[in-house]
């Protein structure tokens, strides 16, 4: 009797979590969030003014979970070279609460995501 009741919860916590995985994998992370819009991005993640000295222009496009996700894993972001991609990599892992995209890079290092 216990097993029959065990069997239909896993049926049912399956899709669930299937549904979760694929809702981190289409989420979005802006670079730099909307608060610093307009901002470059140091090699060492920062923001900072436009054109400043080793820095980049912001992406033209936020980044998916599922982009971000292969770049961690050591590929590269759509669109950067080895220097923007480290240098956007550092600002997704620098993300604190309440920035736009920290929920999605945190649901990203859960196992699973």
Partial sequence: MLGAIGASTVVAIRPA???TT???LHCEI???DPGRAGSYIALDGSTVPPHSLFSFPPPNRPYTGEEVKRALQGGMLPG???FSNHAYL???RNLQRGQAG???YASLQMPGG
Avoid: H
């Fill in 30 to 32: 802006p670079i730099p």
């Fill in 102 to 104: 920290f929920t999605c």
């Fill in 17 to 19: 979590l299937a549904q």
């Fill in 80 to 82: 950067t070279n080895y």
């Fill in 22 to 24: 694929g809702s981190v």
């Fill in 90 to 92: 550092r600002y997704i």
